[in-house]
């Protein structure tokens, strides 16, 4: 199996060929077996709620024929959003690893830090900052390519 994160970015390099914010995800179990992994499709979908780890997270609980995923980490390539935090609490995936922290949109360590909040029943353990620059770098080559 390749690294995790690895398959993320190959999922984040996929979804800017097609047009969207390059985020990639991979849903692995604690052994290191891959379950699902995608990259954005909110404007193939035409779906806003269509981000990477959604869709990853989606395939899992399908995939396992359960709601949640108490033995399963996600990898992600930028800091997942306050929609994508408040589905990994409710999945209750064990860990969140991330590479680039976004403090536009984040929603772990900025912005709403949803798992924090009284009303989160579940905050995973999270790691983030694994291999920023390089997400930081397809993110900007993406938007200023965009910007033309």
Known sequence: MSDPMQRAFEQAEAAARRGEVPVGAV????????????GNQTEELTDPTAHAEMLAIRAATRLRNSPRLPDCDLYVTLEPCAMCAAAISFARLRRVIFAAYDPKGGGIEHGPRFFAQPTCHHAPEVIGGIEESRA???LKRFFAARRG
């Open 136 to 138: 930081g770098d397809l």
């Open 27 to 38: 849903v692995v179990t604690a052994e290191g077996q891959v379950l699902a992994e995608a």
